[in-house]
Structure formats: structure tokens, C-alpha cells
């Protein structure tokens, strides 16, 4: 049975950072052939994405409101995905969270990041 553990949300003030962690458990498969990404969803609004590493590959996607502020990276070996979050800003709040897919689709619980003074 797969499961996605999400960790290291919180509250931070405008500026500061995050890094959320994900790791993955009872994979049939390595964790580099599945598509990672982290989503969000805010009260009232639509699951979006925020960032994304295809399998095999290092080359991330993000979502524009997040371009040159995260950053997405993958440790295979530990079979978890990390998503760093600098210069936050209060939209950001949202619960985030981990996805993983390789014909199936898997997500985390969700961890809640709060941006506010």
C-alpha cells in the first residue's frame, strides 16, 4: 500500500522560508520513475499546481506564481520529494500537497502553510 507522509509546514512572516519534505512508502517501483509534484489548494479556491519533476528527469516545472521563489528537488534513495519555499508571500498559504504518479496517482494527507505577520 503507497503512502505519501507530508511534513515541515507551519507559520512563517512574509519573506521567510519552508521546506516541506514527502517521503513515499511501499512503492512497487523506483521512485525515479514516478512523477513527483507538490500541489496547494487555498480556502475557496482550485487544487493547483505548484511544481513538478517527470520521471527520469531533472528538469522541473512550476506554476507562475512560484517561478524563481521554490524550488522542487528528488532523493531517490530516500524515496522522498522536497519542495523549498523562499521569499513567501501571504497567497502562499494553502495546504500543500505531495503527488506521485506512474499510471496510478497517489497523494499526501496535506500539510498547511500559513504566510502571515
Known amino acids: 500500500q503507497v503512502q505519501l507522509v507530508e511534513s515541515g509546514g507551519g507559520l512563517v512572516q512574509p519573506g521567510g522560508s519552508l521546506r516541506l519534505s514527502c517521503v513515499a512508502s511501499g512503492l512497487s517501483f523506483s521512485f525515479s520513475s514516478y512523477t513527483v509534484s507538490w500541489y496547494r489548494q487555498a480556502p475557496g479556491k482550485e487544487r493547483e499546481l505548484v511544481a513538478e519533476?517527470?520521471?527520469?528527469?531533472?528538469?522541473?516545472n512550476y506554476g507562475d506564481s512560484v517561478k524563481g521563489r521554490f524550488t522542487i528537488s528528488r532523493n531517490a534513495d530516500r524515496k522522498t520529494v522536497y519542495l523549498q519555499m523562499d521569499r513567501l508571500e501571504p497567497e502562499d498559504t494553502a495546504v500543500y500537497y505531495c503527488?506521485?504518479?506512474?499510471?496510478?496517482?497517489?497523494w499526501g494527507q496535506g500539510t498547511q502553510v500559513t504566510v502571515s505577520a
Open positions: 519533476l517527470p520521471r527520469f528527469d531533472d528538469s522541473a
Open positions: 503527488h506521485i504518479d506512474r499510471w496510478v496517482s497517489y
